[in-house]
């Protein structure tokens, strides 16, 4: 009997370790505790450095309340760069979700060289963020970049010349359209300051930032268009739904749960990277191209005041936390079971 009544503890106490209830959260727990080190330790810290006026060299420093966060904001520096970051955020990622969707719809189809095809657009997420960019930093020089040697110089075959302004004005310049549409040819004596110029400069960080984004993003619309089950493919084709239609009533309602993702990823990463605009301009020309991140950089690094640098950094955190909860809570509604 004693036999018996041990060998049912062990098999009681073994289907008890495989219980959902037991399993999950030994499973589950490392990764909450590594993420909470790793996330939460510094961020705590942000915090108490906000409200202090600490320096480079010490983690610690008088209280001082909320006047780093109002200094920051009576900053003009700051207004801009809290507006370039907003700019931004949204126009690149119009870019990147626009981008990825033709592309992903493009990619799921069977064609010859698909795989190259595939590879050449996963090579901007694959490469370096600072190697990508400093290649471009040399694309957008204005006296030996390649962009600007394209636009003043002969790119056509047998000694043709094609002036791309000249295109551009010839499309513009229709009875319908006002004249100063025109657009002036470019002087190789005086190319466009694309890194000089505050237009030009966040024209140039949106590009190159949305470069290094659309594959991550083409590669979560690839995979919620493999999801799509073959059976709603067929069943669109029965009933007439082609082309725009198909897409407007079947695929997009069946795609906005991974949209809403994939803008939700392209949201945090765009508004808290700062490699692509440190590298390209500095924040430059004339701090007019200055986000939050690069900002609370040189304020809190490069001239060492760790708490304004930190109070800084922080007027994100609301923001995006919103970002995250509206998106997450209107992925779960569009969820289709």
């Known amino acids: 009997m004693s036999v018996a009544a041990e060998a049912g503890r062990v098999r009681r106490r073994r289907d008890f370790l495989e219980e959902r209830r037991f399993l999950a959260p030994v499973l589950i727990g490392p990764a909450i505790i590594f993420i909470t080190a790793l996330v939460g330790g510094p961020l705590l810290l942000a915090v108490y450095l906000s409200l202090t006026d600490a320096t480079a060299g010490s983690l610690t420093g008088e209280w001082v309340g909320v006047s780093n966060y109002v200094d920051a904001w009576d900053s003009p520096i700051f207004r801009r760069a809290l507006r370039n970051t907003l700019i931004f955020t949204a126009i690149s990622q119009v870019v990147v979700l626009v981008s990825a969707g033709l592309l992903a719809h493009a990619l799921i189809r069977k064609f010859r060289g ?12 694959a490469t370096p963020i600072a190697l990508g960019t400093i290649g471009f930093l040399w694309i957008f020089d204005s006296l030996f970049g390649v962009f600007n040697w394209i636009l003043v110089h002969d790119v056509l075959p047998g000694g043709q010349a094609f002036y791309p302004y000249k295109a551009v004005n ?12 025109e657009i002036a040819p470019i002087d190789p004596f005086n ?9 030009l400069a966040m024209a140039a960080i949106i590009a190159v930032h949305s470069w290094r984004i659309i594959p991550f993003a083409t590669v979560i619309f690839l995979a919620g268009l493999s999801s799509i089950p073959a059976e709603v ?23 906005l749960p991974i949209a809403t993702v994939a803008l939700l990823f392209g949201i945090v990463f765009t508004a808290t990277d700062m490699t692509v605009v440190f590298i390209l301009t500095h924040g430059g020309p004339f701090n007019s191209t200055h986000m939050l991140t690069t900002w609370a950089f040189d304020t809190g690094i490069t001239s060492s005041a760790l708490g304004q640098g930190a109070a800084i950094s922080l007027y994100l955190l609301p923001v995006l936390a919103l970002v995250a909860i509206l998106m997450l809570r209107f992925a779960r509604r569009t969820e289709v079971s």
């Open 170 to 181: 010839w499309l513009l310049a229709r009875p319908a359209l006002p004249g100063w549409l």
């Open 114 to 125: 698909k795989w190259i095809f595939r590879f050449l657009i996963l090579l901007p997420w």
């Open 191 to 199: 190319p466009p300051q694309w890194l000089g110029q505050p237009t």
């Open 233 to 255: 493919e067929d069943a669109a084709k029965v009933d007439g739904a082609t082309g725009l239609r198909k897409f407007w009533y079947v695929t997009l309602p069946l795609q």
